[in-house]
């Protein structure tokens, strides 16, 4: 059964850095393209960073760009997003999704995406 789990969220001072973390089990990374999302009340899904099966393809949403790096531990069957330099703007429920995929690309857009954790959330607070 396919299925992913999210963790590393919390508070943190605007300024700070945090990693999450989303670890996979029941596939393999290297055919699924993974994408990081975000949630706030009232608000539609937004896409944060995306990368291709095998690893070979990142993207990032302006948001976050220069300050988010998505990356992965294929032994370990893990996928993490680091995020540096927070804004309270950033807090947000982090997801984390799936999506087989044999192509060298990858979707910032949540309609590509099959499977879906349940979520960790992120507060950027002083």
């Known amino acids: 059964q396919l299925q992913l789990v999210e963790s590393g969220g919390g508070l943190v001072q605007p300024g700070g850095s945090l990693t999450l973390s989303c670890a996979a089990s029941?596939?393999?990374?290297?055919?699924?393209?993974i994408g990081w999302f975000r949630q706030v009340p009232g608000k539609e899904r937004e896409g944060v960073s995306c990368?291709?099966?095998?690893?070979?393809?990142?993207n990032y949403a302006d948001a976050v760009k220069g300050r988010s790096t998505i990356s992965r531990d294929k032994a370990k069957n893990m996928v993490y997003l680091q995020m540096n330099s927070l804004k309270p703007e950033d807090t947000a429920v982090y997801y984390c999704?799936?999506?087989?995929?044999?192509?060298?690309?990858?979707?910032?857009?949540?309609?590509?995406?099959?499977?879906w954790g349940m979520g960790t959330q992120v507060t950027v607070s002083s």
């Open positions: 999704a799936a999506e087989k995929s044999m192509f060298a690309l990858c979707e910032l857009s949540q309609n590509e995406y099959d499977y």
């Open positions: 029941g596939f393999t990374l290297d055919y699924y393209a």
């Open positions: 990368m291709s099966s095998y690893g070979g393809i990142t």
